[in-house]
C-alpha cells in the first residue's frame, strides 16, 4: 500500500496570511480551490517516510527562532499569479532540510527553492493578465512572519493536516512541536 505523499508548508502567522486567503478565494477557481493561501516548501516527499520527515524537521527547527519574510513582488505564472517571497532564513532552512532528506524529494523540490503564494491558477492567461497588471499597480511590500512547518499528507486535491512544527519565539520561550492530525 502506498501512502500519500508528503508536503510540507511554512507556517504563517494567521494575520499575516489573512489577505492572501481573501484574494484566493475571490481569483481561484472554485472547483479547483481545496486549500487556503499557503507557501509550499516542499511538495513531495515519501508518504512512508512521514514519521523520519518530523523527527529530521524538529531536529533541524531546535536551535532555529521564528523570522520575518519580505512579500517582494507580484509574479505571473502563465495562468495564474502569486505573490513573491524573499527571506535568507528560509532559503537557508529549505536547503539544509533538502541535504538532512536525501533522495527523499520529488524532482520539483530538486529545481531552484522561489518561495511564493499563489492566489491565483489555472486560468486563462488574458484572465491573469487583468489579475497581474491590477495587483502590480497597488502592489507595496510587506512582511510576514513564519513560525514553524506545517506537514501535510496529499490526497488527490484536498489536504490533510498532519502536524506543526513550531520555531522558538524571538523570547525562546517555546520549543518545536507537533501536533496531531487537524484541519
Known amino acids: 500500500m502506498t501512502l500519500p505523499p508528503v508536503i510540507i508548508t511554512a507556517h504563517v502567522e494567521a494575520d499575516d496570511m489573512e489577505p ?11 472547483a479547483r480551490n481545496f486549500l487556503k493561501a499557503h507557501v ?5 516527499l515519501p ?15 531546535l536551535e532555529r ?3 520575518l519574510a519580505t512579500i517582494s513582488g507580484i509574479q ?9 517571497i524573499e527571506s535568507p532564513e528560509l532559503q537557508e ?10 533522495s527523499w524529494p520529488g524532482p520539483q523540490d530538486l529545481q531552484k527553492f ?3 503564494i499563489t492566489i491565483q491558477n489555472k486560468v486563462s492567461r488574458a484572465k491573469a493578465d487583468q ?6 499597480s497597488r502592489f507595496e511590500p510587506k512582511s510576514i512572519r513564519m513560525t514553524g512547518l506545517d506537514l501535510w499528507s496529499y490526497l488527490g486535491g484536498p489536504w490533510r493536516h498532519e502536524g506543526l512544527m513550531s520555531l522558538s519565539d524571538r523570547e525562546g520561550q517555546s520549543q518545536p512541536q507537533s501536533s496531531g492530525a487537524g484541519h
Open 93 to 102: 532552512l529549505r536547503a539544509e532540510l533538502v541535504r538532512r532528506f536525501g
Open 65 to 67: 527562532t521564528d523570522f
Open 114 to 116: 522561489r518561495p511564493h
Open 40 to 44: 509550499t516548501v516542499f511538495h513531495h
Open 76 to 84: 505571473h505564472l502563465g495562468a495564474g499569479v502569486a505573490f513573491k
Open 131 to 136: 489579475l497581474f497588471f491590477e495587483l502590480t
Open 20 to 30: 492572501f486567503d481573501r484574494l484566493r478565494q475571490a481569483h481561484f477557481p472554485p
Open 47 to 61: 508518504g512512508q517516510r512521514l514519521a523520519a520527515v518530523k523527527e529530521i524537521l524538529a531536529e533541524t527547527l
